[in-house]
């Protein structure tokens, strides 16, 4: 019974038919007397050589651009995002990462108390809070 034959299967034939003569080539070789010297170096294979030493380069590589990239200014926003709350006080208006609006009418620790509305009060923690809200500055962005 004939199957028919797909391409893979003669990629794969292919690919069979290429190795064997270089493996053959090498025997020639080796029973000519012109094999390589048992101290010297094996020759390169993979991308780069597959030596360890270019694997921990590359991964070494990967890690600074990424540290670069993503870590370093993520470090920057969280900083700056910290500097910002520590500066909060009475008074100041603020929007929160729910979209709240409101002006700071007590503080501690961990939480702020936020006047949304004459005698509306809401209690938030510090690290929800987004910015400092300005209505000047949203007023010139219409």
């Given at each position: ?6 391409p ?33 170096p ?90 400092i ?10």
């Amino acid at each position: 019974m004939n199957l028919p034959i797909s391409p893979i299967h003669l990629m794969l034939a292919q690919a069979d038919n290429a190795q064997a003569p270089a493996a053959a080539s090498s025997a020639t070789l080796a029973s000519e007397g012109h094999a390589p010297a048992a101290g010297a170096p094996m020759e390169p294979t993979g991308f780069f050589g597959g030596g360890g030493m270019n694997t921990l380069i590359m991964i070494a590589l990967m890690f600074g651009v990424f540290y670069f990239l993503l870590i370093r200014p993520q470090q920057k926003r969280a900083r700056e995002h910290q500097k910002m709350i520590d500066s909060i006080g009475k008074g100041t208006e603020v929007i929160t990462n729910g979209g709240l609006i409101g002006r700071v009418s007590g503080l501690t620790d961990k939480v702020l108390t936020l006047e949304v509305s004459e005698k509306v009060r809401v209690r938030v923690l510090r690290s929800q809070v987004a910015g400092i809200y300005s209505a000047a500055e949203n007023a010139e962005k219409k």
